[in-house]
């Protein structure tokens, strides 16, 4: 039986686009059963309809404040039958109730702990990475705790960077890393379970 994803999106959704084509090509047993979206004019849910999926869009707008947003996130992946929430490329930062610690992952585009935590999305983290003079980058992909790029670690991978490097170049080379990383990840945690959850409840 494959595992129920529910993968939440900010952006153009390159990484949901990737999660869907290895599971329909039985390199991943996973299904998506819920996509999330937070913004209306997001890339992603284009790409989301070219493969059947009807994203559900709640505007951070709609809602009184962060916490309310963050509560009708996780029930919409209750209700679609989730076992593990991917934010792929998801910008907002989520309050996690306790039945989902341990069961959502996040991608992000530097090796963290460097180039983490608030305002360090995308392009920024690319940016810094090369005015700092860095000469490794990568990308990581951890569990998601009530702080910004911060739980365990699960996938890390690295590539150079080059003095020639424009922020554009790095991540695209990145990016090629993340494509590998993500799944690696989510592989990894699915044949922990059920043993992931228990783990990240002892972690910072
Ligand atoms: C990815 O590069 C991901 O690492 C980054 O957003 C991009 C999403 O791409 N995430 C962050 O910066 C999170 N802090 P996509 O929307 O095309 O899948």
Known sequence: MSHPIAVFVSGTGRHLENFVRLA?????DARVSLVLCDRA??????????????PVT???ADFEN????????????REAGAETIL???FLRLLHIPADWTGRVLNIHPSLLPAFGGKGYYGHHVHE???????TIS??????????????RILVQRTVPVLQVDTPEDLATRVFDEELIA????????MQALPAAHGAEKTSG
């Open 87 to 89: 934010l792929a490329g």
């Open 66 to 77: 962060s916490e309310a947003f963050s509560r009708a996130a996780f029930d919409a992946a």
């Open 41 to 54: 004019e997001a890339g992603a849910i284009e790409r989301a309809q070219k493969y059947g999926l009807q």
């Open 138 to 151: 990568g990308c990581t992909v951890h569990y998601v705790d009530q702080e910004y790029d911060h739980g």
């Open 128 to 134: 810094a990475v090369l005015q700092r003079g860095c």
């Open 58 to 60: 709640l505007l951070p």
């Open 24 to 28: 329909l090509a039985g390199e991943l």
């Open 182 to 189: 993500f799944p690696e990840a989510l592989r990894l945690h």
